[in-house]
């Protein structure tokens, strides 16, 4: 029973976080330090800093 609660709610906060993912990116930026981790952690994941690196760097 305990199992399907821990569920249950890790599903409620995945949902809630999908839904408000705008806002809560816009609250995490306007703090340096969090901004600074979060580009960090972008930075790291190879597809996203191909596709930002790509997009950012193209010639027009």
């Known amino acids: 029973m305990k199992g ?3 569920m249950v709610a890790i599903g409620a906060a995945l949902i809630g976080a999908y839904r408000f993912r705008y806002r ?3 609250t ?3 703090y340096p ?3 600074k981790a979060l580009v960090r952690l ?3 994941i190879p597809y996203l800093r191909k596709k930002l690196l790509g997009h950012m ?3 027009r």
Request: hydrophobic share 50%; proline share 0%; net charge positive.
């Open 4 to 6: 399907i609660n821990w």
């Open 24 to 26: 809560l990116i816009n």
């Open 28 to 30: 995490a930026s306007s």
């Open 33 to 35: 330090l969090l901004r």
């Open 42 to 44: 972008t930075m790291n």
């Open 57 to 59: 760097f193209q010639s």
